[in-house]
């Protein structure tokens, strides 16, 4: 059985730093691509970051980039996303997700695994 869990959120101060962690089980993160993603009230659900599953390619959405880091450790089978430089409109939560299909994913409908969240919030 396939979980994802994620966990680092919380509350912090415009232009603080928060790294997110998705511990994966039930699956090897090095032969899947592994994404983040963020959700606002009222809002639809975006794509955040993603690395793929053979290249290890990163790519980024555009409100995030140059600020947010994507990163994996095999050894441990957790993703990690790194946030710098926060602010307010950053506030959402945060999931990890997994997908089977090869290169750069950024198209949620194309990721099979989903984790529970978990809660940033950046106060001004």
């Known amino acids: 059985q396939v979980q994802l869990v994620e966990s680092g959120g919380g509350l912090v101060q415009a232009g603080g730093s928060l790294r997110l962690s998705c511990a994966a089980s039930g699956l090897s993160i090095s032969t899947y691509g592994m994404g983040w993603f963020r959700q606002a009230p009222g809002k639809e659900r975006e794509f955040v970051a993603t690395i793929s599953d053979i290249s290890r390619a990163t790519f980024y959405g555009d409100s995030v980039k140059g600020r947010f880091t994507i990163s994996t450790d095999t050894p441990k089978n957790t993703v990690y996303l790194q946030m710098n430089s926060l602010k307010p409109e950053d506030t959402a939560a945060y999931y990890c997700?997994?997908?089977?299909?090869?290169?750069?994913?950024?198209?949620?409908?194309?990721?099979?695994?989903w984790g529970q969240g978990t809660q940033v919030t950046v106060s001004s």
């Open positions: 997700a997994a997908t089977k299909h090869m290169g750069v994913v950024v198209a949620r409908d194309q990721y099979t695994y």
